[in-house]
């Protein structure tokens, strides 16, 4: 992307989320409990449609608004919207979990404890439903631990995963050091697991690694049905990917999972 187009989106995304979060929508990805195969709950993805450029990638859109401070107010919507959303569902199943991402630069600008407590308690919803995704260099993130913060986000009640497991910054110090219930092994691994050399050995490696730990594991980028037998009698508790399903619209998601 040329400077003046990075320019111009950024004005149209502080003009889309000044005017109500015109363009935006959330996309919802399902994961699967690995065994019996059954909706375990759903990841909520940020999607961006522009009048000028049409459907934005978020890796575009998402390093915009960290830059410009908008991406606060932005996963402040969108967990309200995923709780919202997770109510509903849970009212069709009980044990529906809710997955929601945030950033470094959220977190170090927001009490995200006191504002999800808030949210969730005007909703009534447990705060179990809803699981905080970290990335895990987060943790480690300018070179301090941001210790105080992530044990506040345990006191709410939600489960913490770490996300993209193995990429990346790797931390195993932050894996033993922080309460995360959920361990997310990033998806590049995947392909690893059908080969027939030594690396077929990482993602067997990593989820000793985190059940060693007390730690669950969800394994995310299945595609094919080779990649799952490869992978399904490890232990995994969780799956996601293309396989099970991708990000759809909320009316589409509960046609085809609820």
């Not at 759903?42 to 608004?65: M, N, Q, T």
């Not at 569902?89 to 927001?110: A, G, H, I, K």
């Not at 392909?191 to 027939?196: G, L, V």
């Amino acid at each position: 992307m040329v400077e003046t187009d990075r320019l111009d989106l950024d004005f149209l995304l502080r003009d889309s989320i000044d005017n109500n979060f015109r363009g935006f929508s959330i996309h919802y990805q399902p994961q699967i409990r690995t065994n019996s195969r059954t909706l375990y709950g759903a990841e909520a993805l940020a999607r961006w449609s522009c009048w000028k450029y049409g459907e934005v990638c978020p890796d575009e859109f998402i390093p915009l608004l960290e830059e410009n401070g908008k991406i606060v107010a932005l996963e402040k919507w969108i967990f309200r919207e995923a709780a919202n959303q997770c109510r509903k569902w849970r009212q069709m199943l009980p044990d529906f979990r809710m997955s929601v991402n945030f950033s470094c630069r959220y977190l170090e600008q927001t009490d995200m404890g006191l504002f999800a407590q808030t949210t969730l308690a005007r909703l009534g919803l447990p705060s179990e439903s809803m699981i905080l995704e970290l990335t895990e260099s987060w943790p480690m993130h300018n070179g301090q631990a941001k210790e105080e913060t992530v044990l506040g986000l345990q006191k709410t009640g939600m489960k913490l995963a770490m996300d993209d497991f193995g990429s990346g910054y790797s931390s195993l110090l932050s894996l033993q050091k922080f309460p995360f219930h959920l361990v997310k092994i990033d998806k590049d691994f995947v392909k690893s697991a059908t080969r027939k050399d030594g690396q077929a050995a990482f993602v067997p490696s990593l989820t000793q690694l985190c059940h060693s730990l007390g730690r669950q594991v969800c394994l995310e980028g299945v595609e094919t049905q080779e990649e799952y037998e490869a992978v399904r009698q490890l232990g995994i508790e969780v799956m996601q990917g293309f396989y099970f399903g991708r990000p759809v619209p909320p009316e589409e998601f509960e046609k085809l999972y609820l």
